[in-house]
C-alpha cells in the first residue's frame, strides 16, 4: 500500500506528463481536498498509509484533470480577494487580475451608495464588493440563468444582500446607480483559438467571446450606461490585453469625463473608467 505523499508524487508524474503546470501543488490540492487535509496536516500525515478507497477517488481526479478540466472546477471551488466562491462550468473562473477591479471600486464606495455588477457570472464582483463595503445597495446582472443560480449560491454563503437580475446587459435594469461595475466578455475570434484547453474548452463561451475584435460587450455598456447613472456617477471595466485605447475612445465619444486606464501589478491596461457628466 502506497503512502500519502507515495500518492501524492505518483498523481504529480501524471499531470507532468499531460503537460500540467504546477503538477505537484495541484496534485497536492486534489489530494487535501479529497482526504479534507490543511496542508499541516497533510505534511504531518504524509509517511501513513493512503486508504484504498480514497485513493480510486483520487485516482478519477487525476484523470479528469489531465484531461484539462480546471482545478477548480473539479474541486467546485475558487477563491477570489480571500473569500471561497463556487464555481462550475456555468461561470467563468475568478481571476486574480480580477481583483484589482475591486480594489479601485471599494475606492469609490460608501454606505448609502449603489452599484450593479453586469455580467456577474460567479457573483465575485458583487458579493465581494457588498461584504467589504457594508450599507451599499447591490444590484447584480448576468443573461444565464445558471449563472446566476451559483452567484445567488455564493451570495447565500457569504451572507450578502444582493439583488440578481437575469437580463441581457440593461435590457431588464431599471434603476440608476452610483458606480456600474463589469468584467464582460472580450475575447476576440482570433484570441478564442490561442487559449488554453481549460478555458477554451470548458468555461462558458457566452462569458468568454466579446465579437470579432473583443469590443462589442463595451459598445453596448458605453452606449447605455448613462441611462443608468446617477450625475456623476461612475463607469468601470475591466478590458482584455491591448483594448485600453479602444475602450477609452468610446467612453469619449460618448461625452464620458474623467477616463482613466489602470494599470495592474504586471504593468498591463486592465481597467478603464468614465464618469457620467
Not at 478590458?239 to 475602450?247: D, E, K, P, R
Request: with cysteine; proline share 4%.
Amino acid at each position: 500500500m502506497c503512502t500519502i505523499w507515495e500518492t501524492c508524487q505518483a498523481g504529480a508524474k501524471r499531470l507532468m506528463e499531460h503537460e500540467i503546470e504546477n503538477a505537484e501543488w495541484e496534485s497536492r490540492a486534489l489530494l487535501c481536498d479529497q482526504l479534507g487535509l490543511s496542508l499541516g496536516d497533510f505534511l504531518l500525515k504524509k509517511t501513513e498509509p493512503m486508504p484504498e478507497e480514497e485513493a480510486v477517488l483520487f485516482d478519477t481526479k487525476i484523470d479528469r484533470r489531465c484531461q484539462h478540466i480546471p482545478l477548480q472546477h473539479i474541486l467546485g471551488k475558487a477563491y477570489f480577494y480571500g473569500l471561497e466562491f463556487t464555481v462550475n462550468e456555468n461561470v467563468l473562473i475568478p481571476r486574480p487580475e480580477t481583483e484589482l477591479l475591486v480594489e479601485h471600486a471599494l475606492k469609490h464606495l460608501q454606505a448609502g451608495m449603489s452599484v450593479l455588477d453586469l455580467c456577474t457570472g460567479s457573483g465575485c464582483i458583487a458579493v465581494t464588493l457588498t461584504d467589504l463595503c457594508p450599507g451599499i445597495n447591490t444590484d447584480a446582472s448576468d443573461i444565464s440563468p445558471d449563472a446566476l443560480e451559483i452567484a445567488k449560491a455564493n451570495a447565500l454563503r457569504h451572507h450578502t444582500a444582493v439583488t440578481f437580475i437575469q437580463s441581457d446587459l440593461f435590457e431588464q435594469i431599471h434603476n440608476r446607480y452610483d458606480l456600474i461595475v463589469s468584467n464582460p466578455p472580450y475575447i476576440s475570434l482570433a484570441e478564442m483559438e490561442t487559449l488554453m484547453p481549460e478555458v477554451k474548452e470548458h468555461d462558458p463561451h457566452l462569458a468568454l467571446y466579446g465579437g470579432t475584435d473583443g469590443l462589442d460587450f463595451y459598445r453596448k455598456i458605453v452606449t447605455n450606461a448613462p441611462e443608468h447613472l446617477k450625475a456623476n456617477g461612475l463607469l468601470m471595466m475591466e478590458i482584455g490585453a491591448g483594448q485600453a485605447a479602444a475602450v477609452s475612445k468610446l467612453l469619449n465619444e460618448n461625452d464620458y469625463t474623467d477616463i482613466q486606464i489602470i494599470k495592474d501589478l504586471n504593468g498591463l491596461d486592465r481597467i478603464v473608467t468614465g464618469r457620467r457628466v
